[in-house]
């Protein structure tokens, strides 16, 4: 709205009160109720709403890493590994394939998975070999093994 | 000594197969009959893992792919993929620990268009504090096309 003058200023009132209540209606038209049609209930409606989109944002991002971690390990059960063991033996493989990928490729290409899981296991069997050492007794006069005879 | 419970580890022993047998082998077998497969070009659709962008997508050729920035590359330059990260196709996979060579795969794909997106509102407020923020945000957004996925027959 132009006002040309102070006086004139003082005096002037809202002309453009249609297109105010219209901009906060029109992101209410599709709830439920009178508070698509009412503005006095459709301005606290949306007002919730956008505060709530504004919060789910950034759950989003957890909803989904935790639905992909459940798609994962349903997947690796299938094949005959938990899931734990699946992506710490797959990082110490040195594939950094992130849960996403994962999951997706769990879905699409079940052949690829079953490969991705087959070297997971092979890499936790080689990390228990390697856990268990030679096999030999320690050194040293205190961590000595004292063999009884019966 | 007497067996007791800390004899043996909980885990069930496993045989695993001998280190340098199993080179000769992989090296043999399974390296020859994948270049094979390459070379005779016996593969259906291949797909790819790529990390671009600092996302990692799994695409295929004819695929779009949305990018939540700005890329400093005008609309229909073609851009070449080099973080592959998994190639595959029906038969074979070639998994990259963690990336695969250049001379190995090659990822093409073209800009084409470049927008914002849609005016994303943040709202915050907090009841009986008169505290309220409104922005609205339309971050730019770049469009890909894959073109092409292709492997070539240098493994080792």
Not at chain 2, 79 to 88: A, C, S, W
């Amino acid at each position: 709205m132009v006002v040309l003058s102070a006086a004139r200023w003082v005096r002037s009132r809202l002309s453009d009160r249609f297109w105010r209540v219209q901009e906060v209606l029109k992101n209410a038209r599709h709830f439920r109720g009178r508070k698509n049609r009412c503005y006095k209930l459709a301005v606290r409606s949306v007002r919730r709403a956008f505060v709530r989109s504004t919060k789910a944002r950034k759950e989003k991002k957890r909803f989904l890493r935790a639905l992909w971690i459940t798609r994962i390990e349903a997947a690796s059960l299938e094949h005959g590994l938990k899931y734990p063991a699946f992506i710490s033996n797959l990082l110490k493989s040195q594939v950094e394939l992130n849960r996403k990928v994962l999951a997706d490729l769990a879905i699409y290409e079940p052949k690829t998975f079953k490969s991705l899981a087959a070297l997971a296991q092979r890499r936790r069997q080689e990390g228990f070999l390697a856990a268990l050492g030679d096999g030999k007794e320690p050194e040293g006069i205190f961590s000595r093994i004292v063999h009884q005879h019966y | 000594v007497a067996k007791t419970s800390l004899t043996s580890p909980p885990w069930p022993e496993v045989k695993l197969p001998d280190p340098v047998e199993e080179a000769k082998y992989h090296a043999a077998e399974v390296v020859r009959k994948v270049n094979g497969l390459i070379s005779a070009g016996e593969y259906g659709r291949l797909f790819a893992v790529v990390h671009f962008a600092s996302k990692q997508w799994k695409i295929t050729s004819e695929d779009l792919i949305m990018i939540d920035n700005i890329l400093e590359a005008e609309c229909g330059d073609r851009i070449r993929m080099e973080k592959v990260l998994l190639v595959g196709a029906d038969d074979f996979t070639l998994i990259g620990r963690p990336l695969l060579g250049k001379d190995l795969v090659r990822v093409e794909a073209t800009v084409i268009e470049k927008t914002e997106s849609w005016p994303k509102v943040n709202v915050h407020f907090w009841r009986r504090h008169n505290f309220q923020r409104k922005k609205i945000i339309a971050n730019p957004q770049t469009v890909l096309r894959i073109n092409s996925i292709e492997i070539y027959p240098c493994l080792s």
